[in-house]
């Protein structure tokens, strides 16, 4: 776990550092900010998370999978193709597989990769880790962004559960209007 000195410390300096230059200089250096110590935190807490399912490494090509994901983000995809089931809609014309798909791939973009790191995102729904994030770290390489790869990794499973709540709302909302249409002639038969 991040200790909260460190963690002040860090959103500290990023504000000073926006304060100073601007957004746009914000973006660009940002990474500058962080020494080796804090990075390292950040690592560690990666391989902690409770969102870190498995942690591979390859040795042949020093490549290191990160196999990211959770039962909210499982049970969203399911129930988004539920709904788009129920809706007549084809898997390419689901937005909310669409939508969520959309929001991880640029959650993923925003982390500083250089050329060393990437990811994907799989919404299967067969088994309890159907849907996933994997990320690839090139431990050779230069990437020493696992700031931003927490960060990511954080937003994009927060996002999940908070998704997954609207949808709920949306399903059952879609339920009570098809009883609603099969309540009355249900009675008229009835009678």
Known sequence: MVDNDCMLSFISRLKRHYDECGEKA?????????????EFLFYE???ESDFLVNCE???ETYCCRYFFSSEEMTEYYRLAKKIGRLKG??????????????????RLDKIDTCGCCYGDVYS???????????????EEGCFYDYVGLY??????????????????KIYAGI?????SLLL????????
């Open 124 to 138: 299967g729904t067969k088994h309890k880790y159907a849907s996933s994030v994997n990320v690839y770290v090139y």
């Open 175 to 179: 339920i009570a209007i098809y009883l």
């Open 45 to 47: 807490t990666i391989r």
């Open 26 to 38: 914000f973006t660009e250096l940002s990474y500058m900010l962080l020494d080796e110590e804090t």
């Open 89 to 106: 809609w084809s898997k390419k014309e689901n937005k909310y597989i669409r939508d969520a798909l959309n929001y991880t791939l640029k």
């Open 151 to 168: 960060f990511s990794i954080n937003t994009i499973f927060h996002y999940y559960e908070k998704q997954l709540k609207k949808l709920k």
């Open 57 to 59: 490494f390859n040795e």
């Open 184 to 191: 009355p002639q249900e009675l008229e038969v009835a009678a």
